[in-house]
């Protein structure tokens, strides 16, 4: 069981990005689905996610209205639309699926299945 995430790059700030999260060896349609960060020097942070039906979604709110998760049952697959981007949004960007049937979770804690993580880079 695994998530494979990629679309990660260098761009310049005010540039968009597209991150996909390929899951392998399970469906997750029962499960929650979330992006996450980690800056240079900081620590991991919630960035969005997303229901099992895809009608529901949580931002944080450094992303709201710049950034979109959607998912792909079909597919197994989850992606996050990165608009706008900014040089503080320069960070390895991991997807996760959680450890709980339904709901919808915005803390790391919540999730137990962890992609390896794409790198963006953001220059200003």
């Known amino acids: 069981v695994q998530l494979q995430a990629s679309g990660g790059g260098l761009v310049q700030a005010g540039s968009s990005l597209r991150l996909s999260c390929a899951a392998s060896?399970?469906?997750?349609?029962?499960?929650?689905l979330g992006w996450f960060r980690q800056g240079p020097g900081k620590g991991r942070e919630f960035v969005a996610s997303i229901g099992i039906n895809g009608d529901v979604t949580r931002y944080a709110s450094s992303v709201k209205g710049r950034f979109t998760i959607s998912r792909d049952n079909a597919k197994n697959t989850v992606v996050l639309e990165m608009n706008s981007l900014k040089p503080e949004g320069t960070a390895v960007y991991y997807c996760a699926a959680s450890r709980y049937d339904g709901g919808i979770y915005a803390y790391a804690g919540a999730y137990s299945i962890w992609g390896q993580g794409t790198l963006v880079t953001v220059s200003s």
């Open positions: 060896g399970r469906t997750f349609s029962d499960r929650a």
